[in-house]
């Protein structure tokens, strides 16, 4: 076999493989105080005010990233 089927192979097992797994896996549970940031300000009628618009600078870098 080419090594290029072979890989075509691996990749189609490794990917059937995940499809399986993430059907048969069970929800993983989160901490009921995973919402509860540092930051509880509300501002202009936003709620947790200063994590919402710290990431305005990754929107900025992805509209760039796009240009």
Known sequence: MK???IGYIL?????LVG???TF??????QDVA???FSDQVTLFGIPNFWNIV???LFLVVGVMGLL
């Open 34 to 36: 995973y919402h509860q």
């Open 3 to 5: 090594k290029a089927t």
């Open 54 to 56: 710290s990431n305005i």
């Open 19 to 21: 499809i399986v797994a």
């Open 11 to 15: 990749f189609a097992i490794t990917a």
């Open 24 to 29: 048969i896996a069970q929800p993983i549970a």
